[in-house]
């Protein structure tokens, strides 16, 4: 697999709090030449950000992010409000608090509902996984499943771990086929990436990437 095959495939992804919109700007540039799957970014610039990109690159963006325990109100907002602003991708943290306490109703009524304020754009759900148990891994892969949500993601990379090779697998064992993998956290090294892909990840959320081919071009 050569370089550019697993750049397709990255999130270029920027969602540290101290984040200016001067980092944007660049992490946009460094997408647009290297020719990556989309930028993740904070929900406030995403207005500016489409503007900058001007159609060259897909903008995505955080709901609920990181700990996901908002009201599902309070997504279906900031969903709509990132989709009127020109985000073409949203990724959205599930409630962990619900899946914990095995209120599985109302995960399922949340993922639909998440599902149907995205419009028809790429909906990625993030569960977590360094907070799950495996069985609770493979309820979400289901449930995910009939949502009819775009992509599965590990983590948000805020958390106590983030992707690993194990969860990986086990998500693209368990979840339906209409629906992808992204493996976010961790990822440092085109070696990580390539075994990521390998595992079953469609997608990876990772900043390092691009930084380790730019510094080798420099």
Partial sequence: MNDKDILKKVDHTLLERTAT?????VIIDDAI???????????????RAVDYAAGRMSICTVIGFPNGYSTTASKIF????????GASEVDCVIN???????DWD??????????EASAGRILKIIIECCLLTDDEKIKLCKLVTESGAD?????TGFSTGGATLDDVKLLRQNVGSSVKVKAAGGISSLEDAEKFIEAGADRLGTSRIVKILKSTSD
């Fill in 33 to 47: 030449s290297y020719g990556t799957a989309s930028v993740c970014i904070p929900p406030n610039f995403v207005g």
């Fill in 96 to 102: 962990v608090c619900d899946v914990k306490a095995g």
């Fill in 78 to 85: 900031e969903t709509v409000d990132a989709i009127e602003n």
């Fill in 21 to 25: 919109w001067e980092d944007i700007k």
């Fill in 151 to 155: 992509f599965i993601k590990t983590s």
């Fill in 106 to 115: 109302s995960v399922r009524a949340e993922l639909n509902a998440l599902r």
